[in-house]
């Protein structure tokens, strides 16, 4: 079997160029390393072992951290922590080791910096743990060595860079990656060894990134966050052990990353004072309610050439929605650029912003304010009608709880919500988007 160092494309017989990614010369002999481990039976493991090992969970005392990973590490899993280079992964994953090694024997194998270059980040962090051992290796075969030195918990960083010398492929190809995270999760797997892996996202895309490796590891998260904001986002996207959904926010600063316990405060920018083209909502994270705000910006766009642009909301969303708004509402905007952006650098997933999106646009266009105090909820459908909310109840607490005064909700979870319980926060059930946007407009007339 001959494999491409380049993209991982298999055949039977040597090719010159690669039919999958059209690199030159790329294919090897796949060698027999794979062969070697093979060869034995596979031990088998008993169901019951496995329910033991899953009560045993270890937490980082790391709030933010632990909920995502759902409570805490578990005694032999493998954790991928994927990110874009400099988003913060070799810092969290620091303090993540600091902490554990005030129990357990930790290893922090660095592979991408000195150690020269650790000391000056973990003196930034104030970190000093006498269970935290630190090695330099990039060398796969000497590191599993290193697993039989009964450490917890292994941090590998970066899976790019590791060497498998044995492999005639080339550093950070897919085909070494995935190879190393074989070796590293199953050698982690039959010593109990709980592992992190940190693999970088590059902007290429999936090829080098960690996405090749999703289905071998336990629980992938990805740490996340806008270049121009100081906010960081851990959010899990598979996890064998816990839920998904869940977030963690924090806040990088001069000295590591803080957690940040109540998002909702740093997501809303500024005070009081209400601008058109901008309008909060509410997004369900996991069990969390975060409120956030959506800007945009609506202009008349020259030399006819129309741009849209959108930060934190799904393209294809988005589009649809302008093309919607248009539609039912009779906006012109084929002649407009509009750009939207979610303050915080958070990215939207949740339906229920639609309504938040649909008055920032409304806003910015026809330049009306929208209140400070207002909140909307809502998905929004084709036709502009809203459609019912999951959780409102615990939306609308959030909101309340931040002492916002109006929330504007669909009538049909209006109709099934026990009022008492939100006193204090005037609720308006709405049936469509036009409607929102007349009461919205009607809300300012009395002020
Ligand atoms: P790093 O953890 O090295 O990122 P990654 O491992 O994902 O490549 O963090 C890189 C950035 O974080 C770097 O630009 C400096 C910044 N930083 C701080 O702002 N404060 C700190 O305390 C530390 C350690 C780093
Ligand atoms: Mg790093």
Redesign the pocket.
């Known amino acids: 079997m001959f494999i491409c160092r380049n993209c991982g494309y298999k055949t039977f017989k040597w090719l010159g160029k690669c039919p999958e990614c059209g690199a030159w010369e790329s294919f090897t002999e796949e060698v027999s390393s794979r062969k070697e481990r093979e060869d034995p039976l596979p031990s088998l493991t008993n169901i019951r072992e496995l329910s033991t090992i899953k009560e045993e969970r270890f937490p980082t005392q790391i709030k933010e951290f632990d909920r995502v990973l759902g409570g805490g590490l578990i005694k032999g899993e493998v954790v991928l922590v994927g ?1 874009e ?8 994953l620091l303090e993540v080791a600091s902490q554990i090694a005030k129990n357990k024997k930790v290893l922090y194998v660095s592979a991408e910096e000195s150690l020269a270059q650790i000391n000056l ?1 973990a003196k ?2 104030g970190i000093d743990a006498e269970n935290l051992f630190l090695v330099n290796e990039d060398n796969l075969e000497t590191l599993l060595l290193l697993f039989e030195k009964d450490f917890f918990l292994i941090i590998i960083d970066s899976i790019q860079v590791l060497k498998i010398a044995s492999l005639g492929a080339s550093l950070g190809s897919l085909v070494q990656i995935r190879e190393s995270a074989n070796i590293l999760t199953e050698t982690a797997k039959k010593k109990g060894v709980s592992l992190f892996i ?1 693999g970088h996202v590059t902007k290429e895309g999936v090829i080098s990134g960690p996405k090749a490796l999703e289905h071998i590891v336990d629980c992938v998260i990805y740490f996340e966050g806008e270049k121009n904001s100081n906010f960081r986002i851990l959010r899990a996207v598979k996890n064998r052990f816990g839920s998904l959904g869940e977030i963690g926010v924090f806040e ?5 990353l803080k957690e940040v316990e109540n998002p909702s405060s740093i997501f809303i920018s500024g005070e009081g004072r209400s601008s058109s083209g901008s309008a909060v909502g509410c997004v369900l994270e996991g069990v969390r309610a975060i409120l956030v705000e959506v800007q945009a910006l609506v202009t008349r766009a020259s030399f006819g050439m129309v741009r849209r642009k959108s930060v934190g909301f799904d393209f294809n969303r988005f589009s649809l929605i302008l093309a919607m708004m248009e539609k039912r509402l009779g906006l012109n905007l084929g002649n407009q650029d509009v750009f939207v952006n979610v303050t915080g650098g958070i990215r939207i997933d949740d339906p229920c912003s639609d309504l938040a999106l649909v008055l920032a646009v409304a806003s910015s266009y026809e330049d009306f304010l929208v209140p400070r105090e207002c909140v909307f909820i809502g998905e929004v459908g084709l036709s502009g009608e809203l459609r019912r909310v999951y959780n409102i109840s615990q939306r609308l607490s959030e909101i309340k709880r931040l002492g916002f005064l109006y929330a504007f909700i669909p009538q049909s979870n209006l109709e099934k919500l026990n009022l008492k319980e939100f006193l204090g926060l005037k609720l308006y059930g709405c049936r469509d988007i036009k409607e929102v946007i007349s009461k919205v407009k009607n809300l300012k007339g009395k002020n």
Not at 85 to 92: A, D, E, M, N
Not at 252 to 256: H, I, P, Q
């Open positions: 990110g280079p400099g988003i913060g992964k070799s810092t969290l980040r930034r962090l940190v990088m600063t001069s000295s590591g």
